[in-house]
């Protein structure tokens, strides 16, 4: 069953208006009604003014927005899932090195070759276990930052209690990195 986006007034316009590309964990406001993926999606907005289990089930959102069946969610990988969220919000991303240097002043990204002609917000880092996901985002400063549930606040620490600086190489616990994107805001609608 497909439910229409008016019915649960679930509005891309709306919820990219709330979207929070600042990338420092102390500003981030809805602490008890995100998750990682909220906050690596800069989504500073409790999941109940979008739309029941938005950040529990990556690609809800787009699913629902694009009129996409559901229960084909089961069969897409989480960067799948989460890139047919980013469709519907309507938010650019692009894979990307996790090293690759990110201009915070000019909202460019750099690689050892060229300056990108694109101006872009934040990267994101995807993790999977073999039921679960996570998610990081990279803070102003060069470091990751994560929200752990829906009842933590973010913070740049790992399990190991250090600070993340490679997503590659922090401990997650179970979680494995899979790739990273930089995500982008298209302002006209």
Known sequence: ??????????KPSEIK?????GGDCS???SIFG???????????????????KAYQIPGLMGS???HRPIFELRKMSIE????????????EYKEVEPEEKYDYTFHTYRNSNSVSSITYSWPVAVFESEDDFHFLRKCHDGSWSHKVGFISYPTEM????KIITDPRKCNLEQYKYKKTYLLTLNQKW
């Open 34 to 52: 995100t998750n990682c993926y909220a906050y690596a999606l800069g989504l500073d907005l409790k999941e109940q003014r979008i739309c029941d």
């Open 158 to 161: 790992d399990f190991d209690k």
């Open 80 to 91: 799948d899932r989460m890139i047919l969220d980013l469709d519907a919000l309507k938010i």
């Open 17 to 21: 208006k709330k979207i929070d590309v």
């Open 64 to 66: 629902i927005i694009l």
């Open 27 to 29: 500003d981030w406001h």
């Open 1 to 10: 069953m497909i439910v229409k986006p008016d019915k649960l007034n679930l």
